[in-house]
């Protein structure tokens, strides 16, 4: 399953089985950092790739303009500072997690024969 819009990025492999989330493009990952993350990716020999890549973009004017536009500030301020403003929808783990900067990784889900390139 890929699915999206949780927020923070992961990705489990389990009985074979993928499950994939991206992380949301509009709002950093409750790391401490101001960046948002996206994936990619990429079918190979064996299976398939998935590249979990941290985008960084001019968080502060984004901000500014959120405000401008009278959207409420805890959003905004969670594009500077890297720290939601609903924490308290966080799961236990997730809360002890706040602030530690999330690395890009990549992971192969070898699915052997199920995945072909697209050209």
């Known amino acids: 399953m890929i699915a999206g819009h949780c927020g923070l990025p992961f ?3 389990f009985d074979g089985r993928l499950w994939h989330n991206p992380g949301v493009i509009g709002m950093p990952a409750h790391d401490g950092t101001p ?3 996206c994936s990619v990716l ?3 020999r064996g ?3 998935i590249e979990l890549v941290a985008l960084a973009y001019d968080h502060t004017t984004a901000a500014a303009r959120m405000r401008a536009e009278g959207l409420p500030d805890g959003y905004a301020a969670c594009l500077e500072t890297g720290f939601w403003p609903s924490e308290d929808v966080l799961p236990a783990a997730e809360r002890a997690a706040r602030g530690k900067p999330l690395d890009p ?3 192969v ?3 052997p024969g199920r995945i072909s390139a697209v050209a």
């Open 109 to 111: 889900w070898p699915w």
């Open 105 to 107: 990784r990549s992971v």
């Open 11 to 13: 990705t489990r492999i």
């Open 35 to 37: 960046r948002v993350w």
């Open 42 to 44: 990429t079918p190979e």
């Open 47 to 49: 299976g398939l790739r």
